[in-house]
């Protein structure tokens, strides 16, 4: 009896300061959360997982794509600012400009990204959409210092893990579908036509593309120094296509649509049930879809059980980051930081990382939440 007792009150001793200082937290978020510096920071230091809903073409800032398509010869339409490969023709002035020209500088940023974007003639989600054909010359070639600018971003923020969205070999995949007549009655047949016209010698073309940009990323990034940026140790996943979804959806992308859905609520109760998570990037559901603040249905998901993720889809067409999306979620949808934890969790919970790996990045989270809420003591009284 003795015995239980003294087990009981070393547990006890044990959880303590994990309970205070998950409480310290929380009460420290709720003091600042009107506080644009003190949450921002806050929020920017939170261990947040990973960010699984992100496109790397829409990932990277309008500034880094100039830089590097600058350095690249890349040329820039003087009235549609479509970027296109060099040398420059009439009507096309070179990106170098941009260095030397403030107002074409930004001319190019806004028709890039969604910076300064005001809903004149043009809803928010055309100008979105027509930001990737502007831009996409400027990015050719440049997955492996993408993977490096959005892998330090997510690491600088506490993210420990990277989800993202590629289309590898598209000329030659679309140029295959062109050329390959597709017959929705006879999907076999359909099938052979397409690898007898070569699909299976894109893939090893593909992956060594990926290969070679993940060997590009480690350079820029340092990683077999001593300089080494922290999202060395940071595993990255890629999504091809849409394979996983149609595969059997684990994840849904976005939600919003959920309000339209004749059984809302017993969609959600099934959601919850099997653990089918959502992923939502707030931003760019207000920017794309206009479901914006309080329309969002995210309340009524986490009501109902369902596990949320936030994510980014595109930050650098939308001028925002994973931290972007909590602080939203605690100014426009009210949540407090044990919600904005679960949500972390969630993040690394429902994955596409392997069982094994996925066990190890959950134990080295709960560590990550641990260094950072010792950080705000409780206050009591
Ligand atoms: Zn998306």
Not at 10 to 22: G, I, K, Q, Y
Not at 64 to 83: E, K, N, Q
Not at 162 to 185: C, K, Q, Y
Not at 206 to 230: F, H, K, N, S, W
């Amino acid at each position: 009896m003795r015995l239980l007792t003294i087990t009981f009150l070393l547990l006890a001793l044990l959880a303590a300061p994990a309970a205070a200082s998950e409480l310290g937290a929380a009460q420290y978020l709720k003091r600042h959360r009107g506080d644009h510096v003190q949450r921002h920071a806050f929020l920017y230091d939170m261990p947040k997982g990973g960010d699984v809903h992100n496109h790397l073409s829409g990932a990277v800032y309008a500034e880094s794509m100039v830089r590097r398509g600058a350095a690249g010869g890349v040329c820039v339409d003087v009235i549609t600012l479509f970027s296109k490969a060099g040398p420059c023709t009439a009507g096309q002035r070179p990106l170098t400009d941009a260095f030397g020209d403030n107002i074409f500088y930004n001319e190019i940023l806004r028709a890039w990204s969604m910076k300064g974007f005001r809903d004149g003639g043009r809803s928010g989600h055309d100008h979105f959409f027509a930001t990737f054909d502007r831009f996409s010359a400027a990015n050719g070639g440049q997955t492996g210092d993408m993977l490096a600018e959005v892998s330090s971003r997510a690491a600088a923020q506490n993210e420990q893990y990277l989800e993202t969205l590629i289309t590898p070999r598209f000329g030659d995949v679309s140029a295959l579908a062109r050329r390959v007549e597709f017959d929705p009655a006879d999907l076999a047949g359909s099938r052979r036509r397409l690898l007898d016209a070569g699909l299976r010698d894109i893939v090893p073309r593909a992956a060594a593309d990926l290969t070679a940009a993940l060997a590009r990323q480690r350079a820029l990034l340092q990683c077999a120094t001593p300089a080494a940026d922290a999202a060395c140790d940071m595993p990255v996943r890629f999504h091809v296509g849409s394979a996983v979804r149609i595969a059997g959806a684990e994840r849904i992308g976005h939600g919003v649509d959920i309000r339209g859905e004749r059984n809302p609520a017993g969609l959600m109760r099934i959601m919850a049930r099997r653990g089918i998570a959502v992923e939502v990037p707030l931003t760019s559901n207000c920017q794309v879809l206009e479901v914006c603040g309080r329309a969002h249905p995210i309340r009524l998901y986490v009501r109902s059980g369902v596990p949320v993720v936030l994510a980014t889809d595109d930050e650098g067409v939308s001028r925002s980051d994973l931290t972007a999306q909590y602080e939203l979620a605690v100014v426009e949808q009210g949540f407090g930081y044990r919600t904005l934890k679960r949500f972390a969790r969630n993040a690394l919970r429902y994955s596409f990382l392997a069982p094994a790996d996925k066990a190890a990045a959950l134990r080295a989270q709960r560590a990550a939440f641990r260094r950072f809420e010792a950080r705000f003591p409780a206050k009591t009284g």
